[in-house]
């Protein structure tokens, strides 16, 4: 299964346009969790291409990295944290706050998150 969900984030990463918004630089997280309840952190998000990145997460005491992509104002996210994996898919609003919803493998429902620039 990751290989599948690396394959098809890979794949976003060559078809994807570039955007006239940069994305990229250091965020402030807002969240919520499977069960519903808060977190908070930082995001860091380095370009390596001009449609794809790396992000790296700070929250509640956690940290995780992953590979992301963006299609207009599509913004997609894998990462690991810990022993699992999972996905984010965030809409990029017009001021650069990228607006989300994440799961990961195998657990039901989803979190949001909202990541703001500092």
Excluded at 30 to 54: R, V
Excluded at 67 to 80: E, P, T
Excluded at 96 to 103: A, E, F, H, K, S
Aim: with cysteine.
């Amino acid at each position: 299964m990751k290989k599948l969900l690396t394959s098809a984030l890979f794949g976003l990463c060559i078809a994807a346009p570039a955007s006239a918004q940069s994305i990229g630089g250091t965020y402030t997280v807002e969240g919520t969790n499977l069960d519903g309840s808060s977190y908070s952190g930082t995001a860091e998000i380095t370009l390596t291409s001009d449609t794809t990145c790396t992000i790296h997460w700070v929250t509640g005491g956690t940290t995780s990295d992953g590979i992301c992509s963006r299609n207009g104002d599509a913004f997609a996210a894998a990462y690991v944290l810990g022993d699992v994996f999972g996905l984010v898919v965030y809409k990029a609003d017009g001021d650069g706050t990228l607006d989300g919803l994440w799961t990961i493998a195998g657990k039901d429902g989803n979190g949001t998150e909202v990541l703001s620039p500092e």
